[in-house]
């Protein structure tokens, strides 16, 4: 008795462990980082809507820090919301975070470049300063248990085809 209980909890454990251990093949821009679980942090987004990044568990997360002043920034927004469009039936969430600018300026940006994603205002710089990204903008993807697996720092593409296949191997895995 005691092992039919046990089976459907081993069997869910080892699927989670294949899920997180699938590896597309690697796109230029992108690379391996599994540094370990995401930090977890709480902000606030432009409507001031609490969020906490451990309640994205479960989904693949597209963490991207930005500012409006960075023109590969402002070159990829467009990018970011087609691939949003050809992912929003997928467990994969993108998650914006400004870094360090004031309200005025991100609301003035996003209603010009119309990007419909999730913005947080990380208005100190410390969430920024705790992910530690080399320049903006920066990319972390985050599995589904909470481990950051890879990184993209630069400008890109995100609506090329490659990378729409990229996010989609990921998902489905």
């Known amino acids: 008795m005691k092992h039919l209980i046990l089976a459907p909890l081993i069997y869910l454990l080892c699927m ?5 251990a699938y590896q597309p093949p690697l796109l230029k821009g992108i690379r391996q980082y599994d540094i370990g679980m995401a930090p977890n942090f709480k902000l606030q987004d432009i409507d001031d809507v609490p969020f906490e990044l451990k309640d994205t568990r479960g989904n693949w997360v597209f963490l991207h820090f930005w500012a409006s ?3 590969p920034c402002r070159k990829e927004m467009p990018t970011i919301e087609k ?3 050809k ?9 914006m ?15 010009s470049v119309g990007l419909e994603a999730t913005t947080l205002m990380d208005r ?11 320049g ?4 972390f993807l985050i599995d589904p248990t909470g481990r950051v697996r890879y990184q993209a720092i630069g400008g890109r593409e995100w609506d090329n085809p490659e990378y729409i296949k990229f996010i989609n191997e990921l998902v489905k895995h």
């Open 136 to 139: 903006l903008p920066t990319t």
């Open 83 to 85: 691939l949003i469009e």
């Open 69 to 71: 002043w960075c023109g």
């Open 87 to 95: 992912t929003r039936d997928k467990n994969f969430k993108v998650i």
């Open 16 to 20: 989670s462990h294949v899920s997180a």
């Open 97 to 111: 975070v400004n870094t360090a600018e004031d309200d005025d300026t991100i609301f003035t940006f996003m209603a």
């Open 124 to 134: 100190d710089g410390l969430i920024t300063e705790k992910y530690k990204p080399r």
